[in-house]
């Protein structure tokens, strides 16, 4: 089991740039495949990015492609996002989640909510124009 901790949200003007992290405890983090999710007031929760136990496979959602990059430091237990470009419709309670790795193959492919087990509290991330 691993509990995750997000931080690194706040407020940005649109364009701006933001860094999310999210550290992790418990046993064998390195072994679980992560991913950043992201709701809004009203809407479904969706995947925005997500990476496999050694960082060597990404995916992103299109609404972030290009702008957004995700990355985990092992030894240090922690997750990233890096938000770029940063654009109103972007404003969200941002999630980090984990799920172990013989499972993780579908869950980071499909950036599914659904396919991931353990979840984080949220950081908000509000960008004003």
């Known amino acids: 089991q691993v509990q995750l901790v997000e931080s690194g949200g706040g407020s940005v003007q649109a364009g701006g740039s933001l860094r999310l992290s999210c550290v992790a405890s418990g046993d064998d983090y390195d072994t679980y495949y992560l991913g950043w999710f992201r709701q809004a007031p009203g809407k479904e929760r969706e995947g925005v990015a997500s990476i496999s136990s050694h960082g060597t496979i990404t995916y992103y959602a299109d609404s972030v492609k290009g702008r957004f990059t995700i990355s985990r430091d092992n030894a240090k237990n922690t997750l990233y996002l890096e938000m770029n470009s940063l654009k109103i419709e972007d404003t969200a309670m941002y999630y980090c989640?984990?799920?172990?790795?013989?499972?993780?193959?579908?869950?980071?492919?499909?950036?599914?909510?659904?396919?991931?087990?353990?979840w984080g509290r949220g950081t908000q991330v509000t960008v004003s124009s």
């Open positions: 989640a984990a799920v172990p790795a013989h499972r993780g193959g579908t869950a980071i492919r499909t950036l599914g909510v659904t396919e991931f087990r353990y």
